[in-house]
């Protein structure tokens, strides 16, 4: 049973939430060259920038590897359709901040603002509406807004010049019935999208965003392997494939998702010569590239060893000979000459391992 048929947009937030996890070491050049991998797999709103948004860099308080212009140059020059984003909180920003920001051909911007203290976020929201660029009001830990008031001041976001609204889980804690009360009370009393940002502190950021889906919402934040601050994400590329299983339209490709995720660490250390940001045994992060294709082929992991063994011998990639077979088991175990004809016809369509 699905839950739907309609379009879901997925926001990668990588370069930006997954900044807290490599010490905001994210370079222009980083940039560039995972926003051009990104689009290629079919992701449509990416937001790029330091950690802690814009005015983070220039303060002086925290560490950043290149200015706002930088990220935001980068990321402009390596798409060729994909909207490019940032984040703003008072904290660090200012409104000339965001007149620069958009002077630099952003697309959108999310106004970070605490939900208990919602009536801070008014002129940010309003100076960017100004701007004629796409506003969401994000409202960092949710949770602590009560779902009452939120009704009652819900309209107000509108008012103000919000394109949308984004329920954020900031600590990981909320659960699905929690999310769906939320997304459904701004859905009930505004005409505005809902997007949902979820943290994985109790292991439902992937589960949360289905709920909101369920609940009424449009967009869902992600990331790479999970990257993000303290225990990260939702797994951009684990959300896309159980949105496929559910019937949703990500226009993305959620297997390419996965491969760019499965090559993201030397897709970044390869992106300039320098010394590497990281080593990819240094950060593990999210679910592996084998552990997801089993997910999505409902082949078990004990055959993971005998798929392995048996694609290299065909010179097949293990991924593709797993799908296959979960298409023809249909999540029964298959004999070892059974995955060995697979392969060989794999082979025979020319589908070599990569």
């Not at 048929?5 to 996890?21: E, F, I, M, P």
């Not at 959108?108 to 796409?134: C, K, M, P, T």
């Not at 600590?171 to 979820?198: C, E, I, Q, S, W």
Request: charged share 20%; net charge negative; glycine share 10%.
């Amino acid at each position: 049973m699905t839950l739907g048929s309609r379009k879901v947009s997925l926001v990668d937030c990588t370069l930006r939430d997954g900044s807290y996890q490599v010490g905001f070491g994210f370079t222009a050049a980083h940039t560039g060259a995972l926003v051009s991998r990104l689009e290629k797999t079919g992701i449509e709103w990416i937001e790029v920038g330091h950690g802690l948004g814009l005015g983070a860099p220039a303060s002086g308080r925290v560490r950043s590897a290149a200015s706002d212009k930088d990220y935001i140059v980068a990321a402009r020059d390596a798409r060729k359709s994909a909207k490019i984003g940032v984040f703003a909180m008072q904290a660090f920003a200012n409104t000339d901040d965001i007149s620069r920001a958009v002077d630099l051909g952003i697309d959108f911007i999310r106004v970070g603002v605490d939900a208990g203290r919602f009536d801070e976020g008014e002129n940010f929201i309003r100076h960017a509406a100004r701007l004629n660029v796409h506003v969401t009001t994000f409202l960092m830990k949710t949770y602590t807004l009560g779902l009452t008031r939120l009704s009652e001041n819900a309209r107000r976001f509108a008012d103000w010049g919000s394109d949308a609204v984004s329920i954020v889980d900031s600590a990981g804690g909320m659960t699905p019935p929690m999310v769906r009360d939320y997304v459904a009370v701004v859905k009930d009393r505004t005409n505005l999208p809902v997007n949902f940002h979820g943290h994985n502190n109790l292991q439902l950021a992937v589960g949360n965003a289905i709920a909101a889906i369920d609940a009424g919402a449009t967009s869902l934040d992600a990331s790479l392997r999970g990257l993000g601050r303290s225990a990260g994400n939702a797994q951009i590329e684990a959300l896309a494939i159980a949105l496929d299983r559910c019937g949703f339209d990500t226009a993305c490709d959620a297997l390419s998702l996965a491969r760019l995720a499965r090559d993201f660490y030397p897709a970044i250390i390869g992106a300039e010569a320098s010394a590497p940001l990281f080593r990819s045994e240094d950060l593990v992060v999210g679910i592996d590239f084998p552990d997801l294709i089993q997910g999505k082929s409902f082949v078990h992991s004990a055959l993971q060893p005998m798929i392995d063994e048996i694609s290299e011998a065909a010179n097949v990639d293990p991924a593709d000979l797993a799908i296959e077979v979960g298409k023809i088991s249909g999540g029964l175990d298959l004999g070892r000459e059974a995955v060995k004809s697979v392969a060989e016809k794999l082979a025979g369509q020319g589908q070599s391992g990569d």
